[in-house]
């Protein structure tokens, strides 16, 4: 494995981006004392010499031009060579070397190097001169690059580790995470090949709602050399969403600079198992109502601001009526079937803001936040009407009764509950299928 090679940003930067693009352009026959006037004057380090050139107004293409450079200037004056006022055409030297563009900056300074020159001179895509580029201007742009990295990777056993290991291994750059190395488990874990994710940042995978949480472990790790482990849901290259468990740490690098290993555990199926669990804990595996548990929670807390607010809270408990002799006549996984049903109706009804929970057997509650009991009791009604009125496909017509309460501010829910039931029971003792406010006074 060894020292890998991860492309230098400064190859893909154009010599457009740095070059100069002042400079003189005279003929042959002008003055050198003329030409150094007319550099000073423009802040200009270079003459471009060709004939003509004044007249037509068109750039000189690079072909057969001369050049002369404040440096020439200075030394001929230093030598004693500028008395007279030569033309510049018998001081210019050899013609401008060229290149293009497009080209990139490493290629220029390459060529810069090649030739022992101290300047290009840069032409556009028609052959016409349209800059300089001087040897500091493309020394500076690439050390402004960031500086190719040097990467050891792990050899030997550890090699082994590194392409065999089910975890996604990613090296980044320390300051901005940008990933560098990426080992063949990122393919199943992200959808990318270890050349498609370099180059991208941990950031580039994070989605929008993560980003936040992806800073401060970033911070994190900068103060502290580590963050993790924590979870992150990350964008795979087909845009869904994978949990994972991220560690990162802090390294040297063999050539001294900082970097982070980062491993990544796909954690999607304990991610679903949670939910599953979650969901199991809470919910009804019949009817997939909710059980008691939330409905205690979430009573408890409505309550609450019943108490403190006086806000309006409706209540229902929901009975079917003579369910055992559906149960009797129909058969249990019939009499299963027609409480799934009603739950769906029931559900149907509601609204999201309401909470339905089945409380046991074929008993269901309901509460509704902000809502009176004139507004409850009229709820109750559909609910009675969307069970009663269309039959059940192998139980026939099923009826329910409703106790319907709004609670009193200060009241428990114990409270509550039997003031409902009572409601309940006058229900069914009147004849069943209907709905019936409480009283006030708890029985
Ligand atoms: N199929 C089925 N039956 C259940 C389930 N839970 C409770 N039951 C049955 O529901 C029936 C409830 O009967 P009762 O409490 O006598 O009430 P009822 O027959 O509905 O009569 P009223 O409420 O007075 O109208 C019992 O036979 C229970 O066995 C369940 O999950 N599935």
Same mark, same amino acid.
């Given at each position: 494995?060894?020292?890998?090679?991860?492309?230098?940003?400064?190859?893909?930067?154009? @010599?457009?981006?740095?070059?100069?693009?002042?400079?003189?352009?005279?003929?042959?026959? +002008?003055?050198? %004392?003329?030409?150094?006037?007319?550099?000073?004057?423009?802040? &200009?380090?270079?003459?471009? #010499?060709?004939?003509?050139?004044?007249?037509?107004?068109?750039?000189? *293409?690079?072909?057969?031009? /001369?050049?002369? %450079?404040?440096?020439?200037?200075?030394?001929?004056?230093?030598?004693?060579?500028?008395?007279?006022?030569?033309?510049?055409?018998?001081?210019?030297?050899?013609?401008?070397?060229?290149?293009? !563009?497009?080209?990139?900056?490493?290629?220029?300074?390459?060529?810069?190097? !090649?030739?022992?020159? &101290?300047?290009?001179?840069?032409?556009?895509?028609? *052959?016409?001169? @349209? *800059?300089?580029?001087?040897?500091?201007?493309?020394?500076?742009?690439? &050390?402004?690059?960031?500086?190719?990295?040097?990467?050891?990777?792990?050899?030997?056993?550890?090699? +082994?580790?590194?392409?065999?290991?089910?975890?996604?291994?990613?090296? +980044?750059?320390?300051?901005?995470?940008?990933?560098?190395?990426?080992?063949? !488990?990122?393919?199943?874990?992200?959808?990318? /090949?270890?050349?498609?994710?370099?180059?991208?940042?941990?950031?580039?995978?994070?989605?929008?709602?993560?980003? =936040?949480?992806?800073?401060?472990? $970033?911070?994190?790790?900068?103060?502290?050399?580590?963050?993790?482990?924590?979870?992150?849901?990350?964008?795979?290259?087909?845009?869904?969403?994978?949990? #994972?468990?991220?560690?990162?740490?802090?390294?040297?690098? %063999?050539?001294?600079?900082?970097?982070?290993?980062?491993?990544?555990?796909?954690?999607?199926?304990?991610?679903?198992?949670?939910?599953?669990?979650? $969901?199991?804990?809470?919910?009804?595996?019949? +009817?997939?109502?909710?059980?008691?548990?939330?409905?205690?929670?979430?009573?408890? =807390?409505?309550?609450?601001?019943?108490?403190?607010?006086?806000? !309006?809270?409706?209540?229902?408990?929901?009975?079917?009526?003579?369910?055992?002799?559906?149960?009797?006549?129909? *058969? $249990?996984?019939?009499?299963?079937? @027609?409480?799934?049903?009603?739950?769906?109706?029931?559900?149907?009804?509601?609204?999201?803001?309401?909470?339905?929970?089945?409380?046991?057997?074929?008993?269901?509650? @309901?509460?509704?936040?902000?809502?009176?009991?004139?507004?409850?009791?009229?709820?109750?009604?559909?609910?009675?009407?969307?069970?009663?009125?269309?039959?059940?496909?192998?139980?026939?017509?099923?009826?329910?009764?409703?106790?319907?309460?709004?609670?009193?501010?200060?009241? %428990?829910?114990?409270?509550?509950?039997?003031?409902?039931?009572?409601?309940?029971?006058?229900?069914?003792?009147?004849?069943?299928?209907?709905?019936?406010? &409480?009283?006030?006074?708890?029985?």
């Amino acid at each position: 494995m060894g020292t890998s090679e991860t492309d230098d940003p400064g190859k893909q930067t154009a @010599v457009r981006q740095v070059m100069a693009r002042g400079w003189v352009r005279c003929t042959p026959e +002008t003055p050198l %004392s003329t030409v150094a006037a007319a550099m000073e004057e423009r802040g &200009a380090e270079v003459a471009v #010499v060709a004939e003509a050139a004044g007249e037509t107004g068109a750039d000189p *293409g690079p072909a057969g031009m /001369g050049f002369v %450079s404040t440096e020439t200037i200075l030394g001929m004056v230093a030598a004693g060579r500028g008395a007279g006022d030569p033309e510049v055409g018998t001081v210019a030297t050899r013609p401008l070397p060229c290149v293009a !563009a497009d080209d990139t900056v490493e290629h220029a300074r390459h060529r810069l190097e !090649a030739l022992g020159a &101290a300047r290009l001179g840069v032409t556009g895509r028609d *052959g016409s001169l @349209v *800059g300089l580029v001087d040897r500091r201007s493309l020394e500076r742009a690439a &050390a402004a690059l960031p500086p190719p990295p040097a990467v050891t990777l792990p050899e030997g056993e550890l090699a +082994t580790l590194y392409t065999m290991a089910p975890l996604a291994i990613l090296l +980044t750059r320390f300051e901005d995470g940008c990933i560098l190395e990426a080992n063949p !488990a990122t393919r199943a874990l992200l959808g990318y /090949g270890p050349e498609e994710v370099t180059g991208l940042g941990l950031a580039d995978l994070t989605p929008a709602e993560a980003q =936040a949480e992806e800073a401060l472990q $970033h911070r994190r790790l900068r103060t502290h050399g580590r963050c993790g482990p924590y979870e992150l849901e990350l964008l795979r290259a087909n845009g869904e969403q994978v949990p #994972v468990l991220v560690n990162g740490v802090r390294v040297e690098a %063999s050539d001294g600079e900082p970097r982070a290993w980062y491993l990544l555990q796909d954690i999607a199926e304990r991610k679903a198992l949670e939910r599953e669990l979650a $969901h199991r804990a809470t919910h009804d595996p019949l +009817t997939g109502a909710f059980n008691r548990i939330p409905f205690e929670e979430r009573i408890d =807390a409505e309550m609450e601001r019943v108490a403190r607010y006086a806000t !309006a809270l409706g209540f229902l408990v929901i009975d079917i009526d003579h369910f055992k002799a559906i149960n009797d006549t129909h *058969g $249990h996984d019939v009499g299963d079937r @027609v409480l799934v049903e009603v739950a769906r109706r029931l559900r149907d009804i509601i609204r999201g803001s309401d909470l339905l929970a089945r409380w046991g057997g074929e008993e269901f509650v @309901v509460l509704l936040p902000e809502t009176d009991l004139f507004g409850a009791l009229e709820l109750g009604e559909r609910l009675r009407e969307a069970i009663a009125d269309r039959s059940f496909e192998e139980a026939g017509t099923i009826t329910v009764s409703i106790g319907v309460a709004q609670a009193v501010p200060g009241e %428990s829910v114990r409270r509550l509950f039997s003031r409902a039931d009572a409601a309940l029971y006058r229900a069914k003792a009147e004849g069943r299928n209907r709905v019936l406010p &409480a009283d006030l006074v708890a029985p």
